[in-house]
């Protein structure tokens, strides 16, 4: 597997990650390991593996401006991002109560 790519659905499914055992990260903060990143409409979703074994996905918005993926106000783009890295994520709470990636920082 190419640790570099952004892989569609199908091309995820092919390589044999099962997305559905991710669930959506909640409010707060944890260190994961980037395991998979699938495109979607304007976004990138990004799964995370912690060193307790939870599956934990974020979803990263396009600047439609710049086309970086990436939480808002926070400089990286994780469409550029290579896999089985190491982050350490903040997520806060939008405008309308529901967790939002809000800040990441590459640890390895």
Request: charged share 30%.
């Amino acid at each position: 597997m190419d640790t570099k790519s952004n892989f569609t659905h199908l091309q995820a499914k092919e390589a044999g990650f099962d997305r559905n055992g991710y669930t959506p990260a909640a409010e707060g903060a944890f260190t994961g390991s980037l395991v998979m990143k699938i495109y979607g409409d304007f976004c990138l979703r990004c799964y995370f593996e912690t060193d307790s074994g939870e599956r934990l996905k974020l979803t990263a918005w396009q600047d439609r401006k710049t086309g970086r993926y990436g939480p808002r106000g926070c400089g990286v783009d994780f469409k550029k991002m290579p896999l089985f890295t190491k982050w350490a994520n903040r997520v806060g709470l939008s405008r309308t109560g529901k967790p939002s990636w809000a800040d990441a920082e590459r640890l390895s």
